[in-house]
């Protein structure tokens, strides 16, 4: 069985105009309010890198568990790892605006300040950027080597390329395990340079793959509803809601396990990151936070019935798509921008990187076949029943 994803003339002029939405914004908002406008470019390219990340993770957990059931699907995160390369580009970029988002950078400012100064050493402009090609190399390194093995076990058929595949898989979950965990620390974490948390980085892993989850969901669904994905049935929707489920419980436990340590130890050094958090119209987006990421997708999904419902399922990777944004608002613009403000830069930038994103997702999508038809568990994949 064999499908081909093409894309239409319609998305391409979407993402197109959406991109264009994203470049006009930013190019005005650098005369505006360039911290701002450094800050949403930061914003965006970790949303969107985040969900790639997720994506392959996800890869790799059913390559490591030979899980069955999940087979069928597996372009679809595949395809969103396309974004690495552009999202490493652009966090390049990001470093000429490092000065209006980073507080390290101005080390004459900091020269006396003992609370940073053992910081100071690893945080330097050439050092931050080496990570970022050591980081992007790896996971594109590792990537491309599943990617690879995926197309060739199209083509060849057999077990060599799972068993390869599978071994990519622990390798790259080792690897991401130290270099997401530190290029979180540099890109999110250390925007407060003098807050620091031991579970912060493993929070945002957890958030990379849960809100990818509910990315793939999504687009597994509105695919089967232009016509591919002819076996999707209800014990896979079943299986992919409960990964979105269990995840908002592991998420919403790192979540709340770091505030409430903090809460508790009433340290000021800690609790300094939550109290602005938590004051003024930040307040809205701390608890809007947790209703979008945990509450409603764990009180909708409860019921195994909704569990199995196209529409509900849509809805609710819909809410954690935003619930993610939100999230990661809430990390950065406190720190960097230090207002609270949502307007014209915030919604077109997201839209730029919304069509930058959908168009390399898309691209990506097209070049294999839909179908993995030489996977050992494709068979299994299609005729899922729990």
Not at 258 to 279: D, F, G, H, S
């Amino acid at each position: 069985m064999e499908e081909q994803y093409t894309i239409s003339e319609k998305l391409k002029k979407i993402t197109y105009v959406l991109m264009g939405i994203g470049a006009l914004t930013f190019s005005v908002g650098l005369f505006l309010n360039p911290a701002q406008s450094w800050a949403n470019f930061l914003l965006n390219n970790y949303y969107f890198l985040s969900l790639s990340i997720g994506a392959i993770f996800f890869i790799a957990i059913q390559y490591i568990t030979q899980s069955g059931w999940s087979a069928m699907f597996k372009r679809i995160p595949e395809a969103m790892g396309g974004y690495f390369p552009v999202a490493a580009v652009a966090m390049l970029i990001l470093m000429l605006g490092s000065h209006s988002i980073y507080h390290w950078t101005h080390s004459e400012q900091l020269a006396d300040d003992t609370a940073v100064a053992h910081k100071l050493n690893y945080f330097t402009i050439p050092f931050f950027i080496i990570r970022i090609i050591l980081f992007f190399a790896a996971w594109i390194y590792l990537f491309s080597l599943l990617r690879k093995e995926s197309i060739k076990e199209d083509l060849n058929g057999g077990l060599e390329s799972f068993h390869k595949s599978e071994f990519y898989s622990k390798v790259f979950i080792f690897v991401l395990a130290l270099t997401f965990s530190l290029g979180t620390i540099d890109w999110i974490m250390s925007i407060d340079i003098h807050w620091y948390s031991t579970i912060f980085a493993v929070t945002n892993l957890v958030s990379a793959f849960y809100h990818a989850s509910a990315f793939i969901t999504l687009v597994v669904i509105l695919l089967n509803e232009k016509g591919f994905f002819k076996f999707l049935n209800k014990d896979h929707l079943h299986d992919f809601s409960k990964y979105i489920y269990i995840l908002g419980i592991i998420w919403v436990y790192f979540w709340f396990s770091q505030y409430l340590l903090m809460w508790y130890a009433n340290i000021p050094e800690e609790t300094i990151y939550y109290v602005k958090r938590v004051q003024g119209n930040w307040k809205i987006l701390f608890y809007l936070n947790i209703l979008l990421n945990w509450a409603i997708p764990f009180i909708v999904l409860l019921p195994n019935k909704a569990c199995k419902n196209k529409t509900v399922l849509k809805t609710i990777c819909l809410i954690l798509i935003i619930g993610q944004w939100v999230d990661l608002y809430l990390q950065i613009m406190p720190g960097s921008v230090g207002e609270f403000h949502l307007g014209i830069i915030e919604l077109g930038m997201f839209l730029g990187f919304l069509g930058l994103f959908i168009f390399i997702f898309a691209k990506t999508l097209r070049k294999a076949s839909l179908i993995p038809k030489n996977h050992p568990y494709l068979e299994e994949s299609m005729y899922h029943h729990i």
